[in-house]
């Protein structure tokens, strides 16, 4: 059973302004497979947390297509970003306002409607198949939008474009994750 999730958008979280200057200076990072828009630094960043907490990874970024399945097979063309791959399970679903969220709500609400606690039940594309999430999950949301309802923000980890996710940011997303 799932029961932590991280709400994950990408730009200003896997990649940063810092990160495209450097690839600038680096030619030999994009000749070796490397993509400029995805930092690997970054993408261990997120990946500690999921070792750290058992948290499982919940696209919610522009990055996602119209369906998981979709999403996961653009992702893997990235070499960087197939180590998030392992710990997806969902992408959040557009709303009309691109509000996210609203977006975030309303997957959380799914879950808490048991939409997605069943293997037998038919398959949502919007969701990995093989797993289950518990009706209410621990969650963080790690963005550099601000564009949160109220309730969310206590689980809100707001990076800066500037620098993609911190390890302060890391180390409060474990905190969150792993509280009793």
Same mark, same amino acid.
């Given at each position: ?40 630094? *970054?993408?261990?960043?997120?990946? @500690? +947390? ?6 499982? !990874? ?6 996602? =297509? ?59 594309? *919007?969701?990995?198949?093989?797993? @289950? +999430? ?6 963080? !949301? ?6 949160? =309802? ?31």
């Amino acid at each position: 059973m799932i029961n932590k999730l991280i709400f994950l958008d990408v730009d200003g979280v896997l990649n940063s302004n810092e990160f495209a200057e450097w690839c600038y200076n680096h030619p030999e990072f994009q000749k070796n497979g490397g993509y400029h828009q995805i930092s690997p630094t *970054l993408v261990s960043k997120v990946i @500690k +947390i999921c070792k750290e907490t058992g948290a499982k !990874i919940v696209l919610s970024s522009s990055w996602r =297509l119209w369906n998981f399945e979709q999403t996961v097979k653009n992702l893997s063309s990235k070499r960087d970003l197939r180590p998030i791959l392992d710990n997806m399970v969902g992408i959040t679903k557009r709303t009309e306002d691109r509000w996210r969220g609203k977006e975030i709500k309303y997957f959380l609400n799914d879950c808490r409607k048991n939409h997605f606690n069943t293997v037998t039940e038919v398959w949502n594309p *919007l969701i990995k198949p093989t797993e @289950k +999430i518990v009706s209410f999950p621990k969650y963080v !949301i790690i963005d550099d939008d601000n564009d949160m =309802l109220e309730e969310q923000i206590p689980f809100f980890i707001q990076t800066d474009f500037m620098t993609g996710i911190t390890d302060k940011d890391v180390e409060k997303a474990i905190k969150i994750l792993n509280e009793e």
